[in-house]
C-alpha cells in the first residue's frame, strides 16, 4: 500500500555532507513513522535516525551531531542530511515506512512495515 523511492546517495570525501531524500507514496495517510536504516558489507542492517507523525526523533548514538533526519509535508516526505561524513558511514542506506490505523478508542493499531530498494553512500578517505 506504500511505495517509497530514494535518492540523494552518491559519493563523497571525508568531512563532506550528503542529503538524501526519501518520497512515500500510496497510503500514505497510514504512516506513523518513518526511519532510515544502513547496512555494510559483512554487517547488520542498523537503524540510523526514526521520526513519527509528530515529529519526535530519535538518533544512533554514532550519528548523533553530525545527522539531521526531517520531513516535509507530515510523513509524505523525509530527508536525511549528514555532514561530517566519516568513511564508517558507507553503507546502502535505506528508507523505511511503518504503517497503521486506529482502533475505536482512537489508539494506534499496528499495520505493515515498507522499505525502499536503497540507495547507496560512499565515503572515501
Keep these: 500500500q506504500?511505495?517509497?523511492?530514494?535518492?540523494?546517495?552518491?559519493l563523497v570525501q571525508a568531512g563532506g555532507s550528503l542529503r538524501l531524500s526519501c518520497a512515500a507514496s500510496g497510503s500514505i495517510f497510514s504512516i506513523h513513522a518513518m526511519a532510515w536504516y544502513r547496512q555494510a558489507p559483512?554487517?547488520?542492517?542498523?537503524l540510523v535516525a526514526a521520526i513519527t507523525r509528530r515529529g519526535n526523533t530519535n538518533?544512533?548514538?554514532s550519528?548523533?551531531?553530525?545527522?539531521?533526519?526531517?520531513?516535509r509535508n507530515a510523513q509524505n516526505t523525509m530527508y536525511l542530511q549528514m555532514n561530517s561524513l566519516k568513511p564508517e558511514?558507507?553503507?546502502v542506506y535505506?528508507?523505511?515506512?511503518?504503517t497503521g490505523g486506529t482502533d475505536y478508542r482512537g489508539g494506534l493499531v499496528p499495520g505493515d512495515d515498507y522499505w525502499g530498494q536503497g540507495t547507496q553512500v560512499t565515503v572515501s578517505s
Excluded at 535505506?94 to 511503518?98: D, L, Q, R, S
Aim: net charge neutral; hydrophobic share 25%; glycine share 14%.
Design 59 to 61: 538518533y544512533a548514538d
Design 94 to 98: 535505506y528508507c523505511k515506512a511503518e
Design 63 to 71: 550519528v548523533k551531531g553530525r545527522f539531521t533526519i526531517s520531513r
Design 89 to 91: 558511514d558507507t553503507a
Design 42 to 46: 559483512g554487517k547488520q542492517r542498523e
Design 2 to 10: 506504500v511505495q517509497l523511492e530514494e535518492s540523494g546517495g552518491g
